[in-house]
């Protein structure tokens, strides 16, 4: 089944709408410092979304549910865009420098 030129331009708006959504809400939920933490939150949501939707759903689902906005092809993007967002705040976790504790001086 050939993609229309709707379903050309409307999928990957989709996903980035999605993603951008679901970044922000990671970032909001999460209580992050900075705005560094805000365009990493949003650029791996609208990846993984973007990935989730154009290269999981064909692979995992039939051609024609990969050729449109399907609440199915939906739900996969989500789903690999949450996953992302959750592996970068454990990364984020496990890789961030210990907090430097002061010593107390001797008086």
Not at 23 to 34: E, H, I, N, Q, V
Not at 61 to 75: F, M, N
Request: hydrophobic share 55%; aromatic share 8%.
């Amino acid at each position: 089944m050939c993609r229309t030129e709707w379903e050309v331009i409307i999928n990957p708006t989709l996903w980035f709408a999605f993603g951008a959504a679901l970044g922000l809400a990671a970032f909001k939920l999460a209580g992050s410092p900075g705005t560094g933490y805000l365009v990493e939150d949003l650029l791996v949501g609208v990846f993984a979304a973007f990935i989730g939707g154009e290269v999981v759903v064909p692979k995992l689902l039939s051609k024609a549910v990969a050729d449109g906005p399907h609440l199915s092809a939906i739900a996969l993007a989500l789903g690999v865009a949450i996953v992302g967002l959750i592996a970068l705040h454990v990364f984020r976790h496990k890789m961030a420098p210990e907090p430097q504790r002061r010593r107390r001086s001797r008086a």
